[in-house]
T-cell receptor, first 116, second 114 residues
Framework: DVKVTQSSRYLVKRTGEKVFLECVQDMDHENMFWYRQDPGLGLRLIYF???????EKGDIPEGYSVSREKKERFSLILESASTNQTSMYLCASSFHSGTGGSGGYTFGSGTRLTVV | AQSVTQLDSQVPVFEEAPVELRCNYSSSVSVYLFWYVQYPNQGLQLLLK??????LVESINGFEAEFNKSQTSFHLRKPSVHISDTAEYFC????????????FGAGTRLAVHP
């Protein structure tokens, strides 16, 4: 069964800590995405990557960075965690449009991060 | 730029009643349209999608959505809901080219009551 795996289901971190959220997919997808989900705001795109070592800012990249050293792994980094980054973080992957990207995304189960 | 508006943040309904979850989009280009469902404490799952062809698309669990280009809408319907349909539903749009980036609506929470 194809899937996207997020390494942690729940995380609690202190303000100022550097936080790493990991995501791995086994579908050989070119694209990978990080969203945060907040009540009433839906999903907002933080960063995405369309190839190894490539990254593009989404709608709310401030306070975050990403790393994609291998095709199957896409990491989200909170450089200095703040309480306003408490949220549900969702990773997703897909093919490029020209290679089957119209099939939509496959999502991970999410990481609920609490910053105290 | 593309955007998605889900007109209802919450929809309460009794079991076996019909339901419609509304979605409107704005885009100047050809689009693909999707509905995703999120059950409590889970990630999002693809429910159905419109890419081209027939404007009426169906899911395996009885939901359907109709693409209406003139009204730029993609409303989700089910003639008779079950308790197990209680979830949050997200409408999403992407362009037909490029990096297949999806833009999501704010979500509609469907609560089915016995």
């Amino acid at each position: 069964d194809v899937k996207v795996t997020q390494s942690s289901r729940y995380l609690v971190k202190r303000t100022g800590e550097k936080v790493f959220l990991e995501c791995v997919q086994d579908m050989d997808h070119e694209n990978m995405f990080w969203y945060r989900q907040d009540p009433g705001l839906g999903l907002r795109l933080i960063y995405f990557s369309y190839d190894v070592k490539m990254k593009e800012k989404g709608d709310i990249p401030e306070g975050y960075s990403v790393s994609r050293e291998k095709k199957e792994r896409f990491s989200l980094i909170l450089e200095s965690a703040s309480t306003n980054q408490t949220s549900m973080y969702l990773c997703a992957s897909s093919f490029h449009s020209g290679t089957g990207g119209s099939g939509g995304y496959t999502f991970g189960s999410g990481t609920r991060l609490t910053v105290v | 730029a593309q955007s998605v508006t889900q007109l209802d943040s919450q929809v309460p309904v009794f079991e076996e009643a019909p339901v419609e979850l509304r979605c409107n989009y704005s885009s100047s280009v050809s689009v693909y349209l999707f509905w995703y469902v999120q059950y409590p404490n889970q990630g999002l799952q693809l429910l159905l999608k419109y890419l081209s062809g027939s404007t009426l698309v169906e899911s395996i669990n009885g939901f359907e959505a109709e693409f209406n280009k003139s009204q730029t809408s993609f409303h989700l319907r089910k003639p008779s809901v079950h308790i197990s349909d209680t979830a949050e539903y997200f409408c999403a749009v992407s362009g037909s080219g490029g990096y297949n980036k999806l833009i999501f609506g704010a979500g509609t929470r469907l609560a089915v009551h016995p």
